[in-house]
């Protein structure tokens, strides 16, 4: 996930955005929609944009791809 690309726990980021660790996991799995606020939160968190959110699948920069 992208979370865990930037290092982040599910802990951590749940504690950054204000929810607990089970809400961010249920968000995570599709098995819960998060609100608008918890998305804007959980994308400035991550420093991507909303609609990034929402794309399918999460791709490493060209660069980054190399040094993984």
């Known amino acids: 996930t ?3 690309y930037k290092k982040l726990s599910q802990g951590d980021l749940a504690e950054k955005v204000g929810i607990s660790r089970q809400h961010l996991s249920q968000i995570e799995a599709g098995r819960t ?9 959980i994308a400035k968190h991550l420093k991507i944009s909303v609609s ?8 490493l920069p060209k660069e980054e791809r190399a040094a993984a």
């Open 33 to 41: 929609s998060p609100s608008l606020e918890v998305t804007e939160a």
């Open 2 to 4: 992208l979370r865990s």
């Open 52 to 59: 990034s959110l929402f794309e399918t699948h999460f791709t």
